[in-house]
T-cell receptor, first 111, second 111 residues
Framework: DAMVIQNPRYQVTQFGKPVTLSCSQT?????MYWYQQKSSQAPKLLFHYYDKDFNNEADTPDNFQSRRPNTSFCFLDIRSPGLGDAAMYLCATSRVGNEQFFGPGTRLTVL | GENVEQHPSTLSVQEGDSAVIKCTYSDSASNYFPWYKQELGKRPQLIIDIRSNVGEKKDQRIAVTLNKTAKHFSLHITETQPEDSAVYFC??????????FGKGTSLLVTP
């Protein structure tokens, strides 16, 4: 029944230790997004894929990378997490021009 | 790029009263305007949306109005209930681009 799935739901990592968050979808949507959301703030778009075309937001740090090996899966890699990267990471999907469906999010803690 | 302003940032109403949240956008080419409700620790969920060829849309206690000339749109919740308490985000979108979110409104409905 789940449409946008994120794993893990909670991730604890150490300062500087690489971490990968995953997102999968059963909707066959061609667009996938990664957002970062900090407490009491709006979701901030990091990047999105239109099919295999990668679109990086201008202010997304180089520390954040993404991979989309196929339509269903998308990964967010944080190469060297800092304390400021602690946040909720939301994956979303859509068809072009249609509503976005959000996953449940991964809460990242950096120690 | 698109800039979305949202007001107020916090709103407190008595149960049964109406609540109105307003947003303005900058890019006249934006053509899709969704509203998301986010409860604490949960994902944003779409509650209503409107496209630029429509001036008003209603779904039970929730309605959205769009004024393209003035570039603003509003969310109206009637007969508010305590379970309406959440953070509400407006967003604006151009075809082929990602959502631009407002900063959010924290709505509190007191019994």
């Amino acid at each position: 029944d789940a449409m946008v799935i994120q794993n893990p739901r909670y991730q604890v990592t150490q300062f500087g230790k690489p971490v990968t968050l995953s997102c999968s979808q059963t909707l066959n949507h061609n667009v996938m997004y990664w957002y970062q959301q900090k407490s009491s703030q709006a979701p901030k778009l990091l990047f999105h894929y239109y099919d295999k075309d990668f679109n990086n937001e201008a202010d997304t740090p180089d520390n954040f990378q993404s991979r989309r090996p196929n339509t269903s899966f998308c990964f967010l890699d944080i190469r060297s997490p800092g304390l400021g990267d602690a946040a909720m990471y939301l994956c979303a999907t859509s068809r072009v021009g249609n509503e976005q469906f959000f996953g449940p999010g991964t809460r990242l803690t950096v120690l | 790029g698109e800039n979305v302003e949202q007001h107020p940032s916090t709103l407190s109403v008595q149960e049964g009263d109406s609540a109105v949240i307003k947003c303005t956008y900058s890019d006249s080419a934006s053509n899709y305007f969704p509203w998301y409700k986010q409860e604490l620790g949960k994902r944003p969920q779409l509650i209503i949306d409107i496209r630029s060829n429509v001036g008003e849309k209603k779904d039970q206690r929730i309605a959205v109005t769009l004024n393209k000339t003035a570039k603003h749109f509003s969310l109206h919740i009637t007969e508010t209930q305590p379970e309406d308490s959440a953070v509400y985000f407006c967003a604006a979108k151009l075809t082929g681009y990602a959502l631009n979110f407002g900063k959010g409104t924290s709505l509190l409905v007191t019994p």
